[in-house]
């Protein structure tokens, strides 16, 4: 699955149709996203600067991790299709 257009309003990627394209794997209950990617927080303005991070869920119930498993996430900034992050995750 993806997440997209961010930043997502009040930190819950509802409709899914504006923001998660693909398999929705994601955490769509209130406040299951944080960080610089969503607005919902105090400390959630929407820009993603040096020393920030971005929290997202992957709730069991859509997908069944083992500890171990690899979880791939890739952060692209769209208008330039500059590749900001790419990491493989373990499931502890």
Not at 67 to 88: F, Q, R
């Amino acid at each position: 699955g993806t997440l997209h257009n961010f930043p997502i309003e009040g930190d819950d990627p509802n409709p899914t149709s504006e923001y998660v394209s693909g398999d929705d794997v994601f955490d769509n209950s209130h406040n299951s996203i944080e960080g610089s990617i969503g607005t919902g927080d105090v400390d959630d303005d929407g820009m993603w600067s040096t020393g920030e991070y971005v929290m997202f869920r992957i709730p069991s119930t859509e997908v069944y991790l083992n500890s171990g498993d690899a979880v791939y996430v890739k952060i692209i900034h769209t208008p330039t299709n500059t590749v900001i992050i790419e990491e493989t995750l373990t499931a502890s």
